[in-house]
């Protein structure tokens, strides 16, 4: 996962939940509302937007991403290749 507002920034990041208009991360780092994010899994590519982000007591932080692409058209698309 890519942060391109913040040079150089590329976190590891576990997929949490998706949904049809977002994704669910588990990050280290805490991210900004509002910031663009590219999140890159296996061959397929989202970029959306931080909508939230909340601490998870000492398990890092679960960050909301709303995307424009189909989250779940997508993801049945890479499943099936």
């Known amino acids: 996962m ?4 913040i040079p150089g920034c ?6 949490a939940d ?3 208009h977002g994704l669910s991360l588990i990050l ?3 991210l900004q509302v509002a910031s663009l994010v590219k999140v890159e899994w296996a061959s397929v590519t ?5 909508i939230y982000c909340q601490s998870r ?3 890092g932080f679960l960050i909301g ?3 424009e692409d189909p989250v779940y058209e997508t993801a049945k698309k890479y499943a099936s290749q």
Do not use: M, T, W
């Open 10 to 15: 590329i976190l590891k990041a576990r997929l």
């Open 18 to 20: 998706l949904s049809v």
């Open 57 to 59: 007591r000492g398990e």
């Open 2 to 5: 890519s942060c391109p507002e």
């Open 28 to 30: 280290n780092e805490e």
């Open 46 to 50: 989202f970029v959306g937007e931080v």
């Open 65 to 67: 991403l709303k995307v």
